[in-house]
């Protein structure tokens, strides 16, 4: 019998450098491509679902502050109690408008 055995020819040999490293490194990009491309439809689906369910649909209580403040600057002159006055008196409220004509006013036209 011979000592040689043929079935095994090669098959013990250690592979070629040149050929694994190129394989491990297009194996590599490709990985990473698809990881990045797979995150980068998550993400897009992720943005798109919120932008639906968040933006585009305003909420009832910000619609109600909104009106509230839109009144506010708008509306007629009124006295309110607020947080700020410490004593308990009350404040007058304004529109934007009607304060600065009352600036203007107090100083004597416009510069």
């Not at 305003?58 to 506010?72: K, N, V």
């Not at 009124?78 to 006013?105: C, F, T, W, Y």
């Amino acid at each position: 019998m011979s000592d040689h055995d043929s079935t095994l020819a090669g098959a013990t040999e250690d592979p070629v450098a040149g050929p694994t490293w190129t394989v491990s490194a297009v194996g590599t990009v490709f990985f990473v491509a698809i990881v990045l491309g797979v995150v980068a439809i998550s993400y897009t689906v992720v943005h798109h679902e919120t932008a639906v369910k968040v933006e585009s649909v305003p909420s009832a209580a910000f619609e109600a502050l909104r009106a509230e403040q839109e009144a506010r600057l708008t509306g007629p002159a009124h006295r309110e109690l607020r947080a700020e006055n410490k004593d308990g008196s009350e404040s007058i409220v304004i529109p934007v408008e009607q304060a600065m004509q009352a600036i203007v006013a107090e100083s004597g036209g416009a510069r």
